[in-house]
């Protein structure tokens, strides 16, 4: 079976691999759409970052300095290519549906990210946003429901800034995507790649099994009150949690803390 992680010079999907980080670039001219085929190994991607124990943090990009991504390929959709389609193991876009997803991703928006490019987007951990890029939801102009956003804008930025984007489908630069804490990071587009792989850089350096907690603990108490989400988290049903803290790791903090010297993290 060849290697997901492996790409050829006709693959939509262009995939490096250093130190630790995994570098996933969309580049399917001429607008980085994504259709069916292209999710689903998006979707393969993804997973065999998620089950290489080498790999600690992905980097999801487009290609070129217009286009992140403006979602679903709707000349895929006018040949008969519906809202069903098989778009593998991940869902749209490899990410909004992988389960056990416990590393860090960053996005790095690099242009338009419209539609399902904005919510691959709103997949990732970080997003890190050139100056000129641009986000909308403008599925309400096609009578189409943004669901991955619809579930998760409110969630994230005031109710009504989040409606606003899903009923109105108008643009949001860069600068008000930063002020609503969308994104994390604005920086001059040809500096955009570089920041990025740094914050990648820095993550897989960290504690892997840390990272795996934080984030099943957000995920699985994102919608519990308050008190329910600690019995979770203290409850030892937790598998990351529970690894951590029986971990080589989780004494190597405590020794590195002691001896004053840099924590060595094998995820173990």
């Known amino acids: 079976m ?4 492996n790409s050829s010079p006709q693959d939509p999907v262009k995939v490096t691999r250093d130190d630790g980080v995994l570098q996933v670039v969309l ?10 085929a292209t999710s689903r190994r998006m ?3 993804f997973q065999a970052f998620r089950d290489t124990a080498g790999l600690r943090a992905a980097i999801i990009t487009g290609a070129g300095q217009k286009f992140f991504c403006p979602g679903w390929d709707l000349k895929a ?3 008969g290519e519906g809202a069903d389609a098989d778009f593998g193991v991940g869902g749209f876009g490899g990410l909004q549906e992988l389960p056990n997803l416990n590393k860090p991703v960053i996005a790095a928006v690099n ?12 997949s990732a951990d970080i997003i890190i946003a050139a100056e000129h890029a641009t986000f909308a939801l403008p599925e309400i102009t096609a009578g189409i429901l943004a669901d991955a956003a619809t579930i998760k804008l409110p969630r994230r930025i005031p109710y009504h800034v989040a409606m606003d984007l899903l009923f109105t489908g108008r643009r949001m630069d860069a600068a008000e ?5 969308i994104v994390s990071q604005v920086t001059p587009a040809d500096e955009l790649l570089a920041v990025a792989r740094d914050t990648a850089r820095r993550l897989a350096n960290g504690p892997p099994l840390v990272f795996a907690a934080i984030k099943e603990v957000a995920r699985e108490t994102a919608h519990l009150p308050i008190q329910q989400a600690f019995d979770l988290c203290n409850g030892k049903t937790l598998p990351s949690v529970q690894k951590l803290y029986a971990s080589e790791d989780y004494k190597e903090g405590a020794r590195a803390f002691a001896e004053k010297r840099d924590p060595v993290w094998r995820g173990e």
């Open 27 to 36: 580049d399917r001219p001429k607008a980085n759409a994504i259709d069916a």
């Open 2 to 5: 060849p290697d997901p992680l």
């Open 77 to 79: 959709a006018a040949q």
């Open 43 to 45: 979707g393969e991607v």
């Open 111 to 122: 242009g338009i990210a419209f539609g399902g490019g904005f919510e691959l987007a709103l």
């Open 177 to 181: 995507a930063h002020r609503w804490g």
